[in-house]
Nanobody, 120 residues
Framework: QVQLVESGGGLVQAGGSLRLSCAAS????????MGWFRQAPGKGRERVAA????????YYAVSVKGRFTISRDNAKNTVYLQMNSLKPEDTAVYYC?????????????WGQGTQVTVSS
């Protein structure tokens, strides 16, 4: 089992940047693929980025590709989401999640979320 705690959210102007972090408990972090999701008010949860166990393969939603970068440090049990060129439509609660499979087919563990607000 793994527990996830996100941090780094906040209020930023359009065009700005934020870096989200997700710290995982336990000694088996490297055995999980990781994902970042977001949910805006009145909308469904969207997977915006994912990274495989070894960090060599990543996935991005079309809406964030070229602006967001996911990375992980298995020695620090942490996954990051660097968000650049932020837009008001990026406003949402951002969650990190862990999947026991390497392709992110089923995310079993979730953090509590961190709010990102982008003002125009």
């Amino acid at each position: 089992q793994v527990q996830l705690v996100e941090s780094g959210g906040g209020l930023v102007q359009a065009g700005g940047s934020l870096r989200l972090s997700c710290a995982a408990s336990g000694r088996t972090f490297s055995s999980y693929s990781m994902g970042w999701f977001r949910q805006a008010p009145g909308k469904g949860r969207e997977r915006v980025a994912a990274i495989r166990r070894n960090g060599r393969s990543t996935y991005y939603a079309v809406s964030v590709k070229g602006r967001f970068t996911i990375s992980r440090d298995n020695a620090k049990n942490t996954v990051y989401l660097q968000m650049n060129s932020l837009k008001p439509e990026d406003t949402a609660v951002y969650y990190c999640a862990a999947a026991q499979d390497d392709y992110g087919q089923a995310y079993n563990y979730w953090g509590q979320g961190t709010q990102v607000t982008v003002s125009s």
